[in-house]
């Protein structure tokens, strides 16, 4: 019923820049935070941004200022706008929301994930 739907991946030249989009529905509990990991052929999953219901923003080492992440609460959507992307950021990038239910368990739910590639 959850679903995370991930959109503006594709291949861009080196220094190029991408937004991504991922827009939540069915939800019926409280969303904590929503954000983005990305994966690359041989490495683990790693954090690039998160933003919680507060507005924290959290962004991983690697950016470095590149990426800035947002949301429309509206529409329970959350972006990532990727400028000046180098070939390293080449990976599949998933959504993730995490929420919490009305006893506090902790919910979380990953997008089906959207590759970006960035050519030399």
């Known amino acids: 019923q959850v679903q995370l739907v991930e959109s503006g991946g594709g291949l861009v030249q080196a220094g190029g820049s991408l937004r991504l989009s991922c827009a939540a529905s069915?939800?019926?509990?409280?969303?904590?935070?929503m954000g983005w990991y990305r994966q690359a052929p041989g490495k683990e999953r790693e954090l690039v941004a998160t933003?919680?219901?507060?507005?924290?923003?959290i962004y991983g080492d690697f950016v470095k200022g590149r990426f800035t992440i947002s949301r429309d609460n509206a529409k329970n959507t959350v972006y990532l706008q990727m400028n000046s992307l180098k070939p390293e950021d080449t990976a599949v990038y998933f959504c993730?929301?995490?929420?919490?239910?009305?006893?506090?368990?902790?919910?979380?739910?990953w997008g089906q994930g959207t590759q970006v590639t960035v050519s030399s």
């Open positions: 993730k929301l995490r929420g919490s239910r009305y006893d506090g368990l902790r919910l979380d739910y």
């Open positions: 069915g939800i019926s509990f409280s969303i904590n935070a």
């Open positions: 933003l919680t219901s507060g507005g924290v923003r």
